[in-house]
Nanobody, 126 residues
Framework: QLQLVESGGGLVQPGGSLSLSCAAS????????VGWFRQAPGKEREGVAC????????NYADSVKGRFIITRDYAKNTLHLQMNSLLPEDTAVYYC???????????????????WGQGTQVTVSS
């Protein structure tokens, strides 16, 4: 059974940077596609970024492209999201998710993902 736990959330000023981590346990993450989602109060959960099982393919939401970078560390069985040039509209609970088939589609649709973490709060405010 795959378990995912996010960490690294917190309060950051606009224009600042923050790095999120997702630790996997119970199973190796190598064969999964993995991604980050976020959800602000009263809004739908949206895909932020994903990376394929091989690491060869990545996709980003237009709203974060050029600012966020998704990476994975096979040795540590972890996933990361480096967030730069943060904006107030980036404020949300961020979730790590894994997809069994190992893909990473352009839409980063939540229905493709089978395992989810509990979320970590990111607040961008001065």
């Amino acid at each position: 059974q795959l378990q995912l736990v996010e960490s690294g959330g917190g309060l950051v000023q606009p224009g600042g940077s923050l790095s999120l981590s997702c630790a996997a346990s119970g199973s190796r993450l190598d064969s999964f596609g993995v991604g980050w989602f976020r959800q602000a109060p009263g809004k739908e959960r949206e895909g932020v970024a994903c990376i394929s099982s091989s690491g060869a393919s990545t996709n980003y939401a237009d709203s974060v492209k050029g600012r966020f970078i998704i990476t994975r560390d096979y040795a540590k069985n972890t996933l990361h999201l480096q967030m730069n040039s943060l904006l107030p509209e980036d404020t949300a609970v961020y979730y790590c998710a894994a997809e069994y088939l190992g893909g990473c589609t352009r839409t980063i649709a939540r229905q493709h993902f089978d395992y989810w973490g509990q979320g970590t709060q990111v607040t961008v405010s001065s």
